[in-house]
């Protein structure tokens, strides 16, 4: 049974004097060289504790600081495996040394060195990485693919409830420099990059809207004056900190609290559940006032739908509203694919290939840059509860897959 939602009046004034909204990731880009590792992170984490407390004292909370290198392979690959595990283990201990708090070494592109990311993960507790399968100019990589799926399983199994997946997304026609993890991989110059927890200015806007169209004129301002706020002090940090601010992905990042969840945000509109006809209507909107907003953007910067970090959407799932079928419809006018997804444990690779391939069909298709982070469950079998002990994810159950 679907839980009816009450809807709470408001006024656009009443939004605008009580913007709340926290920076989920402060996340440095630059390019690693292993000779170096520890004086670098002392400049970068001089620069990531200047930048936290400025955003701190203009009452912005900033929940995870970040870096990010280019991929691993291009710095690493010359090394045997058990040096390169040293390595990255040592880049973890630093990182934490300086007041990092997550860290990510980037993409790979060669099965060879996407099935050694399953020790990686495994073998650390902040590192994420990723694993492309899929461009606008190069098309699907199959075999690149594959191995992301056989990866997906060995690291559902050599950590604890199959949390390591967390950490770990196939990616397709990603950009570099996305400040949300695990998609992120760095090029280029040195640079910082935003990403907001926004969600709950979103179920704000929707709030004081009668109806869709209301409710794309009051997210767009409030989205804007809330995002042009944090760009301004971005701006100022850049020329103190002398790096280079790439910019904002002004995708709402969900929330784990009903009040502020996106799903229940979404119903507030009065279509019916999320899930129901309407769904993909409103998703589209809220994804083309992102586009529009008039600040400096990157990465995803649309609709994010991660399952198990939203309470509605963990919800909805139990209700068997939203399956992965139309999560991935979604995607088609969202902004990040399949993410944060329980499996059953023993499902078969070729079914987590045939997923991969779906989301990668559909970023090339359309070229926009879609993810999958799919998280089997040891032990679990579909319609049983996920049992993951983390402060980052919510437990559903475990949709059936078809």
Partial sequence: MVQKLDIIAGSCNDIEDDLIMKIRALTVGFNMAPSSVES?????GRFISMARAQFERSGFEVQTTRIVSQPWVEYLSDLRVPPILDYIKRLEYVCKENGVDLCSIGTAYDPKHIRLLSEIVASTNIVSASATIAGKSTGINHDATLSAARTIIRISKTTRSGDGNFRFAAIANCPA???FFPASYHHGRTCF????????????AFDMSRNIVEAERNLRTVL????????KLAKRIER??????????????PSMLRKDSIAVAFEKLGLGAFGAAGTLAIAGMVTKVLK????????FSGLMLPVMEDYGLAARINDEYVDIQSLLAYSAVCGTGLD??????AIPTKKIYAILLDMATLAVRIDKPLSARLLPMPGKRPGSVSSIDSPYLLNC???KIK
């Fill in 40 to 44: 670098r992170m002392e400049r970068i």
């Fill in 177 to 179: 420099d996305i400040p």
């Fill in 193 to 204: 990059t935003i990403a907001l927890e926004s969600s709950d200015l979103l179920s704000k």
């Fill in 224 to 231: 804007e004056g809330a995002y042009k706020r944090i760009e």
């Fill in 240 to 253: 103190k900190g002398g790096i280079f601010f790439r910019g904002i992905d002004v995708s709402p990042a």
């Fill in 292 to 299: 529009s907003l008039d600040v400096r953007q990157c990465g």
């Fill in 340 to 345: 944060c997804i329980p499996l059953p444990g």
């Fill in 397 to 399: 159950r475990i949709p």
